[in-house]
């Protein structure tokens, strides 16, 4: 069974951003604009795991992590503009986990909820290396090298974020807005299209056929899904 989080915070497009971030991840994701919505939520799901804005329209997020640690150890992690050592060690000391302060790369909240599950449940990492087609196409995540059959090809850093999105969630079709949210951030103000020239790149780089690709594959009127075994 997936692990539940439930993310709370009052800015909508950080909402649906950070749930597309984690539901590629594999995360059962919960969200709540409000204090007292993410309190109902939290009864009714009993979530894993809470990201939790401290500042709310209703009730603030001190006092949302005060009523949950009365009952419960789930791991919180704290999400705020807030970024003095004072307001840090105040939630760290009311029972949060850690503490993020925005702006905020999705990669790293992503990061850092994996470290605390790791060190809270022992959760296994996804592999660190992933092969396709017999060796043909290969990602070493933690070297962050990509190589077709067998010579390293150089990626910018936003190709190399959209393959590897892709490549972690074969045959799972994504939108476009979904992949410039995951590469670029949920702050990028760019148009949509930008993701249909580094596909372009990215099919020259990866691909032996780019008329016929055989790992980046167009949904037409959606958008790109991986398709390597």
């Known amino acids: 069974m997936n692990e539940k989080i439930l993310v709370v915070d009052d800015e909508i497009k950080l909402l649906e951003v950070v749930k597309d971030y984690l539901r590629v991840e594999g995360y059962e994701v919960y969200t709540a604009d409000r204090g007292k919505k993410a309190l109902e939520l939290f009864y009714?799901?009993?979530?894993?795991?809470?990201?939790?804005?401290?500042?709310?329209?209703?009730?603030?997020?001190?006092?949302?992590?005060?009523?949950?640690?009365?009952?419960?150890?789930?791991?919180?992690?704290?999400?705020?503009?807030?970024?003095s050592e004072e307001d840090k060690v105040n939630g760290l000391y009311i029972g949060a986990d850690d503490y993020l302060t925005k702006p905020f790369s999705p990669k790293e909240l992503v990061g850092r909820i994996r470290a605390i599950f790791r060190r809270t449940r022992g959760d296994v990492?996804?592999?660190?290396?992933?092969?396709?087609?017999?060796?043909?196409?290969?990602?070493?995540?933690?070297?962050?090298?990509?190589?077709?059959?067998?010579?390293?090809?150089?990626?910018?850093?936003?190709?190399y974020k959209i393959l590897l999105t892709l490549a972690q969630n074969p045959q799972r079709t994504f939108s476009r807005s979904q992949l410039i949210n995951i590469a670029l951030g949920y702050d990028f103000e760019g148009y949509d299209r930008t993701i249909?020239?580094?596909?372009?790149?990215?099919?020259?780089?990866?691909?032996?056929?780019?008329?016929?690709?055989?790992y980046i594959i167009t949904v037409y009127g959606v958008g790109y899904k991986f398709e390597g075994e």
Request: hydrophobic share 35%.
């Open 44 to 83: 009714k799901i009993q979530p894993d795991f809470i990201v939790l804005d401290l500042m709310l329209p209703d009730l603030s997020g001190e006092e949302i992590c005060k009523q949950i640690r009365k009952e419960s150890n789930v791991p919180i992690l704290m999400l705020t503009a807030k970024d």
């Open 125 to 159: 990492l996804i592999s660190d290396i992933l092969s396709f087609n017999k060796d043909d196409l290969v990602i070493d995540i933690p070297k962050h090298i990509v190589k077709k059959k067998g010579q390293i090809i150089n990626l910018t850093p936003n190709e």
């Open 196 to 214: 249909d020239t580094h596909v372009k790149n990215l099919r020259q780089k990866i691909e032996d056929d780019i008329k016929e690709p055989k």
